[in-house]
């Protein structure tokens, strides 16, 4: 079973859904505590994906295997709450959980959940070709042999270098890595390849019958994304004075703009 956290509303008769947060590659369930302040109306479920936080031990074996992970953690959480298995759920995921997320609506991973809406931030929908597909994987590749075998904080210092984070001040890029540096690299690396976007498919297609549950978040100083966004033909927010990481960058804002999308469809 994943490791959890789950934090009630702090009105306990609220009817409001449940708010499941997946978080990206070198994260954990709590990347997210910025954002809980402002969303203390809404019971919160975050989540430690398979090889990272208290989730590390854990194997991936692929998208399939990480999806149905996170349902059975869902399912168990709701009956832990005394709620009911049809309870209404948002799932916001950043990156990789949002690729993953993205994944589990397009296969049969999700259909048991009640989902009301799926908020990604940053994530890839997938790649259009072979050959992008093969570079992308020498690309993961190269990067889960340095997680495996050199020392993690030289890795993630390295990773944070990036072109993707180039929003990120000095003083948010040292806090990152000081906090990423607790990974194990042999569990990052298998995530790494396990979920690499060179083995996920390409979800545009697929994900057009649910884009009713779809909105995309991302930052305006995140170009590849916010192109990514203008050109996927879904419902999309930009949110200023952030890059590729809105959620670490503006809390506040990426809060209120996940209760607007809720509001919107109730």
Same mark, same amino acid.
């Given at each position: 079973m994943l490791y959890s956290n789950y934090?009630?509303?702090?009105?306990?008769?609220?009817?409001?859904?449940?708010?499941?947060? $997946?978080?990206?590659?070198?994260?954990?369930?709590?990347?997210?505590?910025?954002?809980h302040p402002f969303l203390e109306d809404f019971s919160r479920l975050c989540i430690d994906l398979p090889g990272h936080g208290q989730s590390c031990f854990i194997d991936p074996v692929g998208f399939d295997h990480c999806c149905n992970k996170i349902v059975q953690c869902i399912t168990s959480q709701l009956a832990l709450n005394n709620l009911p298995a049809d309870y209404p759920i948002v799932i916001i995921g950043y990156s990789m959980g949002g690729r993953l997320a993205m994944y589990g609506v397009?296969?049969?991973?999700?259909?048991?959940?009640?989902?009301?809406?799926?908020?990604?931030?940053?994530?890839?929908?997938?790649?259009?070709c072979d050959e992008e597909r093969a570079q992308r994987l020498v690309?993961?590749?190269?990067w889960a042999v340095r997680f495996a075998q050199q020392s993690i904080e030289d890795v993630v210092d390295d990773w944070y270098q990036q072109s993707v984070f180039s929003s990120l001040n000095h003083e948010q890029r040292q806090t990152l890595v000081?906090?990423?540096?607790?990974? $194990?690299?042999?569990?990052?690396a298998n995530m790494l390849l396990s979920t690499s976007l060179a083995k996920q498919?390409? $979800?545009?297609?697929?994900?057009?019958?649910?884009?009713?549950?779809?909105?995309?978040?991302?930052?305006?100083?995140?170009?590849?994304?916010?192109? $990514?966004?203008?050109?996927?033909?879904?419902?999309?927010?930009?949110?200023?004075?952030?890059?590729?990481?809105?959620?670490?960058?503006?809390p506040e804002l990426f809060s209120n703009l996940i209760i607007q999308c809720i509001a919107s469809c109730r």
């Open positions: 934090f009630p509303a702090s009105n306990v008769s609220s009817d409001k859904p449940l708010l499941v947060f $997946l978080h990206g590659l070198l994260g954990s369930g709590d990347d997210w505590s910025a954002c397009t296969s049969p991973c999700f259909e048991t959940l009640n989902l009301e809406k799926v908020i990604i931030e940053g994530g890839n929908f997938g790649l259009e690309h993961d590749t190269q000081i906090k990423r540096s607790g990974n $194990l690299g042999v569990s990052v498919p390409d $979800l545009r297609a697929t994900l057009k019958s649910h884009e009713h549950l779809l909105h995309y978040v991302c930052g305006e100083k995140d170009r590849k994304f916010m192109e $990514l966004a203008e050109n996927s033909g879904f419902e999309y927010s930009q949110v200023d004075y952030a890059g590729h990481n809105v959620h670490f960058e503006q």
